[in-house]
């Protein structure tokens, strides 16, 4: 296990599943555990202005949100979604995607008291990867001429229909 200190303490470790690495980080005084493949794409940086609006004000959001819970309730089976939804569990991350919707990269973070396992973890990762496209909006379609867009997302099981 390799530990770095920043401006809080984060231990990360490297795990194998499938073949596959993934960094595990136990961040926020172990509250909870960020989880992504080690192999992340390196992305040339987004451009400060894009026709005369600032990066941070071009605000790029998804329209499809319901796809990618679906993707991921369908992924995890509904038994194992009615355990989560009992436990009233969440998942959060970041979605790295290009200007058309596709994912190039995703980050998960769980709490340290979930129940999902780093298999879980590794299975919905790899299906959203392949079956998960985004739709995209932004002030003035400005997201269609960075090279990358990051959002973060957050999937409450507890208050999803089954």
């Not at 499938?18 to 980080?25: D, T």
């Not at 089976?77 to 355990?83: A, N, P």
């Not at 990358?148 to 999803?160: P, R």
Request: net charge neutral; aromatic share 10%; proline share 2%.
């Amino acid at each position: 296990m390799r530990k770095t200190l920043s401006a809080q303490e984060v231990v990360t470790d490297t795990l194998t599943v499938n073949g596959q690495a993934f960094v595990i980080a136990k961040i926020h005084q172990g509250s909870f555990y960020s989880v992504w493949k080690t192999d992340k794409p390196t992305l040339e940086p987004n451009r400060e202005v894009v026709n005369n609006i600032p990066l941070n004000f071009i605000n790029s959001t998804l329209t499809n949100e319901d796809e990618w819970k679906e993707i991921i309730k369908r992924t995890l089976g509904k038994e194992r979604v009615k355990i989560l939804k009992q436990n009233k569990e969440r998942l959060r991350g970041e979605f790295t995607l290009r200007p058309d919707g596709e994912l190039i990269f995703v980050r998960f973070m769980i709490d340290n008291t979930s129940s999902l396992t780093l298999a879980e973890i590794v299975c919905l990762e790899g299906t959203l990867m392949k079956q998960y496209k985004g739709t995209l909006t932004s002030r003035e379609n400005g997201h269609q001429y960075l090279y990358w867009i990051a959002l973060n997302f957050e999937l409450k099981f507890g208050e999803l229909d089954l």
